[in-house]
């Protein structure tokens, strides 16, 4: 009988996320193609006044490396035609000790419209699903992002500290 509200909630959620529009197209990639180093150059001049982290081809295949090599980064694109309009990482995080299977998301861009991280957690929950894997994870995005999913009606947890650090 306590599961029937939490079984509530999760059919609400799958109805807000729906099947990515019908007329968004979520790829998968296998790793970080040229299409990258275009999408850099357009996302640093639509953000010139913003401090981004470099996100080129060859910065993103350094910093996923290892988890390229274990397969254990998801790589998924939206195109317009032959250009890349969004992407978004997730990488596995997995906690053995008590049998976790997780997935975090690492990185969400887009040039056009931040709406397009809902069909990206859709394609990234089902393959969750078929995979078995029992956490999709979002930590530390921008107040729009967190909104957008805020929207979908996840679970949430309070964590003892920032997850990220700058200086």
Known sequence: PLSIPLSVKEQLAKKKLGRNGNTISVESCPSFDERFD?????????????????????????????????????????????????????????NPSVGLKRVRLADFQTLTDEKLLVPMISYALDRCRRSGIHMLEMIGQSPEKSQLVAELAPYERKLPSWMSFYK
């Open 38 to 94: 275009t999408f850099w150059e357009e996302l640093k001049q639509q953000r010139r006044n913003v401090l981004l982290g470099a996100r080129t081809r060859e910065t993103l295949d350094w910093h996923f490396k290892h988890a390229l090599l274990r397969r254990d980064v998801w790589i998924f694109c939206v195109s317009e035609g032959p250009r890349l309009i969004a992407y978004a990482t997730f990488y596995r995080q997995d």
